[in-house]
């Protein structure tokens, strides 16, 4: 069975203050490895995916790193409209996607 | 209209009611998915459909039933639910099934159970 655990569960950062969130996951056969982002009351919003251990991927602050057993999300200089809800979430054998729990994100000013 | 809509945003029934969820694509894609969220849990996979063929049922009361008349429309029809079904229910999409592709979400219906 596929599993997927994010952490830690929640972090709170000042503005500019840069940190990373884990995804740890095990699967047989791994087919894509997917960052969503989350905000209250709307649907997780994509950002990145990545298929193979050594793969990155940026957009704007954010920066997705895989290996073969976990994956970061790294933020840099995180500005307070990088509050969020951030997903991850693998793709296996099956056609639905196994999810985490997700990181609650909250960037102060 | 872009991306995935679902209908109604939200929906507070009876346990005895009977209602329907509804999500509509308009990315062209040919697989579309129901997960549950839950407060404090992560999204559990429902149903999937890929090509108007349903290919999963993660082991959903039958309480949900799912149809897909066409690649871009799916419905959830909801019958003698339960307290603790009481969740977000988000509908995705995705180019087709498989879990090499992203899938693209709607903002999800919000339902109580009273």
């Known amino acids: 069975e596929d599993q997927v655990t994010q952490s830690p569960e929640a972090l709170r950062l000042q503005e500019g203050e840069s940190s990373s969130l884990n995804c740890s996951y095990t699967?047989?056969?791994?087919?894509?490895l997917f960052w969503y982002r989350q905000d209250p009351g709307k649907g997780p919003e994509f950002l990145f995916t990545?298929?193979?251990a050594g793969e990155e991927k940026e957009k704007e602050r954010l920066k997705a790193t895989l290996t073969k057993k976990e994956s970061f999300l790294h933020i840099t200089a995180p500005k307070p409209e990088d509050s969020a809800t951030y997903l991850c979430a693998v793709g296996g054998g099956a056609d639905g996607l196994t999810f985490g729990k997700g990181t609650h994100l909250i960037i102060q000013p | 209209e872009t991306g995935v809509t679902q209908t109604p945003r939200h929906l507070v029934m009876g346990m005895t009611n009977k209602k329907s969820l509804k999500c509509e694509q308009h990315l062209g894609h040919n697989a579309m998915y129901w997960y549950k969220q839950s407060a404090k849990k992560p999204l559990e996979l429902m149903f999937v459909y890929n090509f108007k063929e349903q290919t999963e049922n993660n082991s959903v009361p039958s309480r949900f039933s799912p149809e897909c008349p066409n690649s871009s429309h799916l419905f959830l029809h909801l019958h003698t639910l339960q307290p603790e079904d009481s969740a977000l229910y988000l509908c995705?999409?995705?180019?087709?099934?498989?879990?090499?592709?992203?899938?693209?979400f709607g903002d999800g219906t919000r339902l109580s159970i009273l």
């Open positions: 995705a999409s995705s180019p087709t099934g498989g879990g090499d592709q992203p899938q693209h």
């Open positions: 990545l298929y193979s």
């Open positions: 699967v047989s056969g791994l087919r894509g």
